[in-house]
């Protein structure tokens, strides 16, 4: 009864957050055609550029079973590891149907929403793990019986367990309940029957609260997961083909200016929280129509350094507070939405103690003509640094 509530509290919501729509095959002849429209309309996918369904209506429903561990990145993790993790996770999704052009573009991914439960395998020190978040599949590969993708989501973490000095001192990886939740993957679907759909997943689930408070080494959990999926009412199969935009790809270079700030607390747990703010420029070349590659130039100024460095050995407070970084930059385009993956090294950094090397990872989402809202989290070797949540400005 109860995951039956559950599932009903799942399927409101999602008609609350947006559309999400319908998947595609790839076919050349009018022979292979004919055969695809058989083949795929037994997974309920429509063949076409687009299908009229009610904008906020869902396709799938599943319910799947995960096993996995936990993964210490730091050695000094590895009393936290003490078994196997498992859960379930229930999610309701739709096929995109082409109404947007970057649907045609991605084959027709599948968007969702998925509740997952998760038992860490560490009931004293970590306790369980329970997230709300939105997913996207991107189609890699498509047969009629089995289809291969990659899933990347986010959403709202809750662990039931927190450091704390008296209580729950050992737990040196996390220091709040309340955590972003990061999911990223491989998966395959293979059809069972007409509606009937077995899936696997593969891949990394990590909750983290970007060093707003300490300790924040966070949780990667390593899982493989196996389920079912069941399509309520498959759309007509109709004529199914690779879609090549008409207008060529913009080859122009895009520069961008991003100012974003965060806060994150200083080493002991329960210190002070300071401001850390970050200024950066960079420019993009079009990858074709999905993706741009880019340079880029940080500067950072960290309040939080002032503290670390006089509480360092060396007593040097004449260092500064600042620093800078030059980055290489990835971003996949959906729309709206961009998806961002950055590697940086500093060129100036007098405090020294995070290494050379900061990597960066979230999205940004337009939210007006050239204006895009940012948010991304800022790390150091899987370590959070903090999260930069600001604006984006596309300056061509």
């Known amino acids: 009864m109860k995951l039956r509530s559950l599932v009903y509290l799942l399927f409101t919501t999602l008609i609350f957050t947006g559309s999400f729509h319908n998947c595609i095959a790839q076919t050349d002849s009018l022979k292979s055609k004919r055969h695809t429209q058989d083949s795929l309309s037994r997974w309920g996918l429509p063949l ?63 968007m969702g929403l998925s509740l997952i439960h998760l038992y860490l395998g560490n009931p004293e020190q970590l306790g369980n793990g329970t997230g709300l978040y939105a997913w996207i599949s991107l189609p890699l590969a498509r047969t009629p019986h089995f289809m291969t993708g990659l899933r990347l989501g986010t959403g709202v973490g809750y662990l039931t367990k927190k450091f704390d000095r008296v209580d729950n001192f050992k737990n040196s990886a996390i220091g709040s309940n309340v955590n ?57 199969p109709v004529l199914n083909k690779r879609y090549h935009p008409d207008v060529k790809a913009s080859k122009k270079m895009e520069y961008q200016a991003v100012i974003a700030a965060g806060r994150r607390e200083t080493i002991p747990p329960g210190g002070d929280r300071y401001w850390a703010f970050k200024v950066s420029g960079g420019m993009l070349k079009p990858l074709g129509y999905k993706s741009r590659i880019g340079v880029g130039a ?63 990872v979230g999205w940004k989402y337009t939210i007006y003509k050239n204006l895009m809202f940012n948010s991304t989290l800022k790390t150091h070797f899987f370590k959070a640094d903090f999260f930069e949540f600001g604006l984006a400005m596309k300056l061509r």
Request: charged share 20%; net charge positive; aromatic share 14%.
């Open 48 to 110: 076409h550029r687009s299908i009229p369904l009610p904008p906020n209506s869902f396709t799938h429903i599943g319910i799947y079973g995960h096993h996995g561990f936990l993964v210490a990145h730091r050695s000094f993790m590895n009393h936290l590891v003490k078994g196997h993790s498992y859960g379930y996770e229930i999610f309701a999704a739709k096929q995109t149907t082409g109404d947007a052009e970057w649907q045609k573009l991605y084959r027709y991914p599948l």
């Open 180 to 236: 972003e939740m990061i999911v990223f993957g491989g998966e395959v679907r293979f059809r069972i029957s007409n509606r009937l759909l077995f899936d696997t997943y593969i891949g990394l689930t990590h909750f983290s609260n970007g060093a707003y408070s300490t300790p924040n080494l966070g949780l990667n959990i390593a899982t493989i997961h196996g389920g079912l999926s069941y399509i309520f009412t498959p759309p007509e």
């Open 298 to 360: 940080d500067y950072f100024y960290d309040r939080s350094l002032h503290a670390r460095i006089i509480s360092d050995t060396t007593n040097d407070v004449t260092r500064t507070a600042a620093r800078i970084g030059l980055y290489v930059s990835h971003e996949l385009v959906l729309g709206k939405l961009r998806i961002v993956f950055d590697t940086g090294f500093y060129i100036l950094d007098e405090f020294k103690k995070d290494g050379p090397v900061y990597s960066r």
